[in-house]
């Protein structure tokens, strides 16, 4: 079963910045707003991989509920992912979060794979 990610509502937990010995940058996100089957929920956890990436923003400060969020593959630009998603080709994402911070990711590529105890949760708001 496919999911749709949405960035909008989603709650980031931690963005960790690659690491000298060529480590991928990371975000995991707590809850990961998700449209499945036309319905809107939520899947936790979900963390998103970003290989030879370059962070342009205040990481520690990028935390929280994102307003807003972008993704550019190529010459195209979404506001959403299907899940999975593997992106083999550059990436470049920015995300705004509700405290006002701006966080830019530029990647060579990426990919998010939800593991098997991610769950859904379906969301009851009105």
């Known amino acids: 079963m496919s999911d749709i990610l949405f ?4 709650e980031v937990l931690q963005v960790t910045p690659p690491g000298a010995a ?3 940058a990371r975000i995991t996100l707590t809850a990961a707003a998700v449209e499945r089957a036309g319905l809107s929920g939520f899947l936790k956890p979900l963390e998103l991989v970003f290989v030879q990436a ?3 923003g205040p990481v520690s400060d990028c935390i929280g509920s994102i307003s807003e969020g972008t993704c550019r593959l190529g010459s195209g630009v979404s506001r959403q992912l299907p899940l999975p998603w593997v992106s083999e080709g550059p990436v470049q994402l920015s995300l705004q979060f509700r405290n006002g911070s701006t966080l830019l990711i530029e990647a060579a590529s990426a990919h998010c794979v ?3 105890d ?4 379906e ?3 009105c």
């Open 118 to 121: 991610a769950r859904f949760i």
């Open 54 to 56: 370059q962070l342009t």
């Open 22 to 24: 060529g480590q991928a």
């Open 114 to 116: 939800p593991t098997a």
């Open 123 to 125: 969301s009851y708001a």
């Open 7 to 10: 960035w909008h509502n989603s």
